[in-house]
């Protein structure tokens, strides 16, 4: 297997070593997911699938996934019409949300028919394991939750994480987080330690040869100074603090990469307000949902990573990193970890647009000085965050979870 797997939360991840299971046939596994949108923990999921050809895997609605999930060789059932999650928001009570369980009572026989054909039960979401676990336990098949949330108050009700976390205790073989920051929250929200393993996400980027000022120029990007914000548009990403800043750096324009995904729309159309209202609409570039992100990271001086909430990981500080392009984070969630306590990027305390500021302005007046933090940066992410050590690290997961029950 390529590289250790990775730690169980707490432990020294050189003593952590799961073993990979391999007596008997590939196990079959039945990947369910919530939402058919392409956001980060889907394509997470679109590059751990493809260790399993021939699976199968179940899904709430359609999108752009299910496709996705075709090409890597699964067979995809999707939800019977009519099985909408809408009403299952983070902030909403288990009581609240009794009348959407109850719709979704279907949904759940579904489920169980299709684990029956499977081994293992692979829930790639917090709604997809919540809708996941019963019908999984009621078919004796062994659950893997992949928690990509940090289990606290910030993005949970208590109600919610006390549910969560017992019911990953009773059902949950496995539930595994992409950081530290991560399997702390879930052991402080109730979670057994024992059941946790951390394995960071990966990810590969095709890097673009040729130097920023071409590649503006082939983007329609402007000169000068240019900083770059990539995420899906929502209040806990902060991009209203970055326009904040922005009005502090004369001269800076800024990129928004990324849109509304999640009924976030209020918040998006917010952002021109405040971007008029503070001057700076004539350097604030909407660019929407890209496929391009690589090369406009290429293209830029900096990137900013504003999460005003902790992350559970940061999938755009890894690609940044992998872009060869320095970066500012708050310091919240699995920032910390990604970037070595700061010795890779710059570390900024949340809501604080007035160090975002103070940091991109040090970074454009003396680009030299991070030319070699920017270059370690590189080198950990290649080592640490490719998609094939993710790969291999959850496919020895399942064998042993397959393997075990």
């Not at 999108?63 to 060789?73: N, Q, T, Y």
């Not at 993005?155 to 530290?180: D, E, K, M, W």
């Not at 990573?305 to 699995?334: C, I, K, N, Q, Y």
Request: some cysteine; proline content about 7%.
């Amino acid at each position: 297997m390529a590289g250790t797997l990775a730690t169980a939360a707490g432990l020294d991840p050189a003593r952590a070593t799961v073993p990979v299971e391999t007596r008997g046939t590939r196990p079959r596994v039945l990947f369910v997911s919530h939402t058919g949108t392409m956001s980060g923990a889907e394509l997470v999921l679109r590059d751990v699938v493809r260790a399993w050809p021939g699976s199968a895997a179940f899904l709430f609605e359609r999108g752009p996934l299910a496709e996705a999930l075709r090409e890597a060789g699964l067979s995809v059932q999707l939800a019977v019409p009519g099985a909408d999650l809408s009403g299952l928001r983070r902030d909403v009570s288990p009581l609240r949300a009794l009348p959407v369980l109850g719709r979704l009572a279907r949904l759940g026989l579904d489920l169980a028919r299709a684990a029956r054909t499977c081994d293992v039960v692979y829930a790639n979401s917090q709604k997809a394991f919540l809708l996941a676990a019963l019908p999984a336990r009621l078919v004796g098949r062994p659950l893997i939750w992949h928690l990509h949330d940090i289990l606290d108050g910030a993005h949970f009700g208590r109600a919610q994480r006390i549910v969560q976390a017992r019911l990953a205790n009773a059902c949950a073989a496995r539930v595994i987080v992409p950081s530290q920051a991560a399997a702390g929250a879930f052991v402080r929200a109730g979670g057994r330690r024992d059941r946790v393993t951390v394995v960071p996400n990966g990810l590969d980027l095709t890097l673009d040869p040729r130097p920023a000022a071409a590649l503006r120029a082939e983007l329609g990007l402007p000169g000068g100074p240019l900083v770059g914000v990539f995420s899906r548009l929502a209040p806990w990403k902060g991009q209203d603090v970055v326009i904040e800043a922005l009005a502090r750096v004369p001269g800076l324009r800024c990129v928004v990469v990324g849109s509304a995904l999640f009924g976030e729309d209020a918040y998006a159309a917010g952002l021109r307000d405040l971007a008029a209202a503070r001057g700076v609409a004539d350097r604030v570039l909407f660019l929407g949902q890209r496929s391009d992100v690589p090369r406009l990271m290429q293209a830029v001086d900096a990137v900013v990573h504003p999460s005003v909430d902790p992350e559970p990981f940061g999938r755009t500080l890894v690609e940044a990193m992998l872009a060869g392009v320095p970066v500012v984070a708050t310091d919240a969630g699995a920032s910390s970890e990604i970037l070595d306590g700061g010795a890779l990027g710059t570390l900024v305390p949340p809501r604080r647009p007035d160090r975002i500021a103070a940091a991109l302005a040090e970074i454009l007046a003396r680009p030299a000085a991070f030319a070699g933090r920017t270059r370690l940066a590189r080198e950990r992410a290649l080592a640490r965050y490719g998609a094939a050590r993710m790969q291999d690290d959850l496919a020895a997961l399942v064998r042993q979870v397959a393997a075990r029950a």
